[in-house]
């Protein structure tokens, strides 16, 4: 059966880095492309009613990295709120950050605070952009937020536990998209994919077009999907 087309697609965008050490770049070089496709598959997203779409753009683990490389990656992202994020505005797209942006230094947080609030009321997608992001960091903050609600735990189920994480306001994604080639959940969406259809594209993040894109789509609508239980009479 020929699904539709999704409403919440996430992706874990890989290879910023590979795709500028095979072009003999240096590795911000590979995150200013990585910007550029970022951009380019919101706004086709928006194009062909995509409701919600989720960027994994910086992770909890990702701080392990060398300070040089950090340093330059939030230079890169304040250049972007600076200069590109407009497209949200011009798009009529939502711009909504999840993870933990309270811990960010406070030049790069207020920036992310004045595009979202600049585009919390816009109807186009929603794109959910995991800055600071872990998938397990995620379920102990939802449950951290029941505990100072003085929430009665033996009264936990999935449905309570669901509406406090960072994804509230959306449905779970019926795909995820991983660029790159590598076959790996890197603590993405922990909660959120328990039925999420899985691709991995082979190109480079850098690489990847709007058209990959919708291949990629194109190739979810084929799937059978049981949800753990059959479609057999």
Not at 28 to 53: F, M, P, R, V
Not at 142 to 149: D, T, V
Not at 160 to 183: A, Q, W
Request: overall charge neutral; charged content about 25%; aromatic content about 12%.
């Amino acid at each position: 059966m020929k699904n539709t087309t999704p409403e919440h697609i996430a992706i874990i965008m890989d290879g910023n880095r590979r795709w500028a050490k095979a072009n003999n770049f240096k590795s911000i070089i590979g995150h200013e492309k990585g910007l550029s496709t970022a951009e380019e598959i919101c706004i086709y997203s928006n194009e062909i009613g995509i409701k919600y779409l989720t960027l994994y753009a910086f992770s909890v683990q990702n701080w392990s990295r060398s300070r040089m490389e950090i340093d330059s990656l939030f230079v890169l992202f304040s250049e972007f709120f600076n200069t590109r994020g407009d497209f949200f505005i011009k798009y009529g797209m939502k711009f909504n950050p999840i993870g933990r942006i309270e811990e960010l230094d406070a030049p790069i947080k207020n920036k992310i605070k004045t595009l979202a609030d600049k585009t919390e009321k816009n109807k186009g997608t929603c794109v959910n952009v995991a800055i600071n992001y872990g998938g397990r960091e995620e379920i102990i903050d939802a449950i951290k937020k029941l505990n100072e609600n003085n929430f009665d735990f033996t009264n936990i189920d999935e449905h309570i536990l669901r509406k406090n994480t960072y994804l509230s306001h959306c449905p779970d994604p019926e795909l995820i998209i991983r660029t790159g080639g590598v076959s790996r959940l890197s603590n993405y969406l922990l909660w959120h994919i328990a039925y999420s259809e899985i691709i991995v594209h082979k190109k480079l993040w850098p690489e990847f077009t709007k058209s990959d894109f919708q291949d990629c789509i194109d190739e979810y609508s084929l799937i059978d999907r049981k949800f753990g239980g059959s479609n057999n009479a």
